[in-house]
């Protein structure tokens, strides 16, 4: 632990699930830590108390990544607050399915403003605060590298787009010392895709392992991408899947 002492993180979508689990680890490696959140103030502060009981300092920042302006704000806010910002983890993100003929414009235009655009934006403001030794960390999915079901037209050209923006970023920052990197996860127990929920067993299925993951897994994959052990990686996918998909 305290491979992160000294650093300041910002995670999007951080109050639940993988964002929430990342904040904690960050936390017990010695980081700063901001969250975004949309709604469940307090669920955010509960995160945002665990961090700070790891000794380090804690933010929640409701921020809608829909509004481009609002992701824009929390880079912000970060700075003012924390006076730098040395990782920013992308995991914020919507997930719907639609067959194709079914998918409405307001649909799409949504999967892009949030699973997309609120990246980019966040990526290229937080870009700009970084020095030497920066961390960018997409929190992608296996569905932006294969589509093994239908009704993932919006979904998975959104992860698509993301771990496309993923290799293009780490060319444009790679000479600034800054990393970029993607985790795409396969089934992870959470709140929104539970290991008992009714596609479970399927899911499952699909792994090598047989099970699903845990936030906590995906989380480590996190710690080592924002850690200087991981200085020589970048423009890298990491799958964290229990094999799914080999």
Request: charged share 20%.
């Amino acid at each position: 632990m305290g491979h992160l002492k000294n650093k300041v993180a910002l995670i999007t979508g951080g109050s639940r699930g993988i964002g929430a689990a990342i904040a904690r680890r960050f936390a017990k490696e010695g980081a700063d830590v901001v969250i975004t959140y949309v709604d469940g103030a307090a669920r955010a502060q509960q995160v945002v108390a665990d961090v700070k009981a790891a000794g380090v300092r804690g933010l929640a920042i409701r921020a809608d990544a829909v509004d481009a302006a609002a992701v824009q704000a929390a880079i912000a806010q970060t700075r003012r607050d924390f006076d730098r910002l040395d990782i920013l983890v992308n995991n914020a993100g919507i997930y719907t399915t639609a067959p194709l003929t079914e998918t409405s414009d307001e649909a799409f235009d949504r999967m892009v403003a949030v699973n997309v655009r609120a990246p980019f934006v966040a990526a290229r403001e937080a870009a700009r605060l970084m020095g030497q030794g920066g961390r960018i960390i997409n929190i992608g999915s296996l569905l932006g590298e294969s589509v093994p079901f239908p009704g993932l037209t919006a979904y998975s050209m959104s992860k698509f787009a993301l771990a496309g923006m993923t290799r293009a970023w780490a060319r444009d920052l790679g000479p600034r010392g800054i990393t970029v990197n993607i985790i795409q996860p396969g089934p992870v127990d959470t709140e929104l895709n539970p290991a008992n929920g009714p596609s479970s067993e399927a899911q499952k299925g699909f792994t090598v392992l047989g099970r699903f993951g845990t936030a906590e897994e995906v989380a480590a994959a996190a710690a080592y991408l924002a850690s200087a052990e991981a200085a020589f990686v970048t423009g890298a996918t990491i799958n964290v899947t229990g094999g799914l998909g080999v």
